[in-house]
């Protein structure tokens, strides 16, 4: 692959014996040695060739250098030209976003017809609390980023329906969602210390996205009331394999923090290897394959008989 930085053309570059010749007249150490680099090892390193330039020939290095800065202004001024022959981009959808003076620029342009409030609410308005709670139920609720509150369509969205709602940046809501945590915490160990269960189950679930793994833990029990209930005590982003024994440890982990150790009778899950290898390092609990899972599995094998064979020219291919 060849070079393509300008100043390559000071060099006759000899690609099979990793070298290069400085052309420069009068050079008294024309020979550089090249490095290699990236996936197969064709790209072409450039420290040695601007080392040699900086240190060896400094006023053709100080011309390249101001060639440089004018063609990277002329490439400038050719994009502003180019962005100011396009309404859209110079007018609307330049502006950024991530600070006030842009966002009210943006839906000034957007839409001129709706009038910027008088004044915002204050922060410890009830409509301004209800405001970001219900900003921070969506994030939660609908797994949003943060930058939700940066992105355009829903700014327009408030600006038309709360647009005394002062909306905050994604900090600001990343911060309260560890109160939000908190909250839910207490809510939950609330739960459990009146409710007292003597005996409860738990349904133990993992499964991996497309560059994170997940374990998630819900209880069942029988209320004093005679009630059914059912309660997330977790969902955590786990980078330990879902091995039995790692699986055991989150239990004993979670079993700990909610202080259910000696109220758990069994464990529900699916029927893979390493669930039933999780409950070697749990004695005393038992263990029930899930139902869903089951019956999902026969379906399987009822849609494609061929897939309990193993050998032979029958196989599943679904």
């Known amino acids: ?19 290069a010749a400085c052309k420069i007249e009068g050079c008294l150490k024309p020979k550089i040695t090249l490095s290699f680099s990236g996936r197969g090892g064709k790209k072409i390193g ?71 409030p008088a004044s915002y609410w ?13 900003v921070l139920s969506m994030i939660i609720l609908d797994m949003q980023p943060f930058n939700l509150v940066r992105q355009r369509g829903f700014m327009m969205s408030n600006y038309l329906t709360t647009p005394s709602l002062k909306l905050h ?33 738990l349904v133990l679930d993992g499964w991996s996205a497309t560059t994170t793994s997940y374990i998630g833990l819900e209880i069942f029990y029988i209320s004093s009331s005679w009630r059914r209930v059912k309660l997330l005590l977790g969902c955590s982003p786990t980078k330990e394999r879902h091995t039995g024994e790692e699986l055991s440890k989150f239990i ?11 109220k758990i009778a069994g464990v ?18 038992s263990w029930v394959g899930c139902t869903n899972h089951l019956i999902q599995l026969v379906v399987n094998v009822c849609r494609n008989p061929c897939s309990l064979w193993y050998h032979g020219t029958c196989r599943t291919t679904s």
Not at 74 to 92: D, L, P, W
Not at 122 to 134: F, L, S, T
């Open 169 to 201: 940046g994604p900090e600001w809501y990343a911060d309260k969602l560890d109160k939000v945590y908190d909250n839910a915490v207490h809510d939950l160990q609330t739960k459990l210390y009146k409710d007292k269960p003597e005996h409860a189950w």
């Open 46 to 116: 450039t420290t040695t060739a601007t080392g040699h330039l900086k240190t060896r020939h400094p006023v053709e290095w100080k011309l390249y250098e101001e060639n440089k800065q004018e063609g990277a202004a002329k490439a400038e001024e050719k994009k502003r030209e180019a962005e100011a022959a396009c309404e859209m981009e110079s007018g609307v959808l330049r502006n950024d976003t991530r600070n006030r003076t842009g966002q009210q620029s943006f839906l000034q342009q957007m839409l001129p017809e709706v009038q910027p």
């Open 122 to 134: 204050p922060e410890d308005d009830p409509r301004a609390i209800a405001g970001h709670k219900g």
């Open 252 to 262: 004993e982990r979670a079993t700990d923090f909610w202080n259910l150790r000696d």
């Open 268 to 285: 529900v899950s699916d029927t893979a290897s390493n669930m039933t290898c999780m409950m070697g390092y749990l004695p005393g609990l």
């Open 1 to 19: 692959m060849p070079p393509k930085a300008n100043w390559w053309k000071f060099f006759d570059k000899d690609l099979p014996n990793k070298t």
